[in-house]
T-cell receptor, first 113, second 109 residues
Framework: DAGITQSPRHKVTETGTPVTLRCHQT?????MYWYRQDPGHGLRLIHY???????DKGEVSDGYSVSRSKTEDFLLTLESATSSQTSVYFC????????????FGSGTRLTVV | GQQLNQSPQSMFIQEGEDVSMNCTSSSIFNTWLWYKQDPGEGPVLLIALYKAGELTSNGRLTAQFGITRKDSFLNISASIPSDVGIYFC?????????FGTGTSLTVIP
């Protein structure tokens, strides 16, 4: 009964191919986020959404696009995967505001070969 | 983006010892959060702090919101093997949360 699920959990893909990661929530939270986690860098924000069809860039958005056609789903697409995009990707949800912490999914481990 | 300096980067301690870690920022934050991440999982919220000077506990964990609003501290008392993981701080200056680079904790039985 997890409120946030990510799929797939693991993926290996070839350089140059497009890849889409999915985040699904059942909490009806307004805000959804995509982060990548790399050793020595912590969690870095890729893109976020503040409502259906409303998205904005984070600090490491180059090479990524997102879409949110429904409140419950937030998709992250790597348009043409590169080895530098090998990482663990986390989705997070929030009700918004500085008193609302983020709830994270279990992550997707992506390897680009 | 905002820089959060978290220290130490890693800790190796004996079971039963107390642990202290901290997070500092060059900017004033309105909220501080502390998360724990187990291997292969996403971060889980441990403690939230909303006011300068606030001290909040969650079992053996105690966190404090620094008076300057530029730092926060997390203490774990009487560590046990399941405390192993990566601990992240997160701060909110008014627009979004920024995360520290994490403190990796290893507890030796």
């Amino acid at each position: 009964d997890a409120g946030i699920t990510q799929s797939p959990r693991h993926k290996v893909t070839e350089t140059g191919t497009p890849v889409t990661l999915r985040c699904h929530q059942t909490e009806n939270h307004r805000y959804m986020y995509w982060y990548r986690q790399d050793p020595g860098h912590g969690l870095r924000l890729i893109h976020y959404s503040y409502g259906v069809k409303d998205t904005d860039k984070g600090e490491v958005s180059d090479g990524y696009s997102v879409s949110r056609s429904k409140t419950e789903d937030f998709l992250l697409t790597l348009e043409s995967a590169t080895s530098s995009q090998t990482s663990v990707y986390f989705c997070a949800i929030s009700e918004g505001g500085q008193r609302s912490g983020y709830t994270f999914g279990s992550g997707t481990r992506l390897t680009v070969v | 983006g905002q820089q959060l300096n978290q220290s130490p980067q890693s800790m190796f301690i004996q079971e039963g010892e107390d642990v202290s870690m901290n997070c500092t920022s060059s900017s004033i934050f309105n909220t501080w959060l502390w998360y724990k991440q187990d291997p292969g999982e996403g971060p889980v919220l441990l403690i939230a702090l909303y006011k300068a000077g606030e001290l909040t506990s969650n079992g053996r964990l105690t966190a404090q919101f620094g008076i300057t609003r530029k730092d926060s501290f997390l203490n774990i008392s009487a560590s046990i093997p399941s405390d192993v993981g990566i601990y992240f701080c997160a701060g909110h200056p008014g627009n979004q949360f920024y995360f520290g680079t994490g403190t990796s904790l290893t507890v030796i039985p």
